[in-house]
Structures are given as structure tokens and as C-alpha cells.
């Protein structure tokens, strides 16, 4: 079992949580969904992150099957999310 932390942008404002729970069931279990708001209008900002359990498929069996895949009208781009603290090292 792998679990992974994806990041997903090029996110359509109209593209919700469980949009994004039912495209990522196509290739594992979504266990955490987190679409990105602005902190002032609590609108959409394009982008956010998939926890997801790969059920036993390979790791990057997401990017074969949902890179570039169109949802409301978008391309997704997808990649590995860097964690926080490795991001804030890289830029130190």
C-alpha cells in the first residue's frame, strides 16, 4: 500500500471536493481532499492537494491514467507534493 500527497493545479473555480474524490477513485482511494481558497473572499485559487492510497497499484499509476486529464473544461497538471519544511530548506 502507498500512500501519496499530490499536487494538483491548473484547477477550473468551479471544480469541487467530490469532483476530485470521483476522478481519483478511478486510481486509488482518496483519503484527503484539499482545494485552496483565498483567505479573504474564500474563493477557489486554482489549486490544491489529493492524499491519496494507491490500494496497491503502483505509486505513480495516477500519472499515466489523470495527467492532463480535462476536468470542467481544464487540464489537470498533477505532481508529488514537496512537503513544507523540505520547500522552506530548498530556499534557505
Not at 500500500?1 to 471536493?17: G, H, K, W
Not at 499509476?61 to 470542467?72: A, S
Request: with cysteine; glycine share 6%; proline share 5%.
Amino acid at each position: 500500500m502507498a500512500i501519496i500527497r499530490l499536487f494538483v493545479t491548473n484547477l477550473s473555480y468551479e471544480a469541487t471536493e467530490s469532483d476530485l474524490r470521483e476522478l481519483f477513485s478511478s486510481v486509488g482511494k482518496p483519503t484527503v481532499i484539499n482545494i485552496m481558497k483565498d483567505h479573504e473572499t474564500n474563493a477557489p485559487r486554482g489549486f490544491g492537494f489529493v492524499t491519496l492510497d494507491t490500494m496497491g497499484a503502483s505509486p505513480d499509476c495516477w500519472r499515466e491514467e489523470l495527467q492532463g486529464h480535462i476536468l470542467k473544461g481544464r487540464p489537470l497538471h498533477i505532481d508529488i507534493a514537496i512537503p513544507k519544511e523540505k520547500m522552506k530548506k530548498e530556499k534557505n
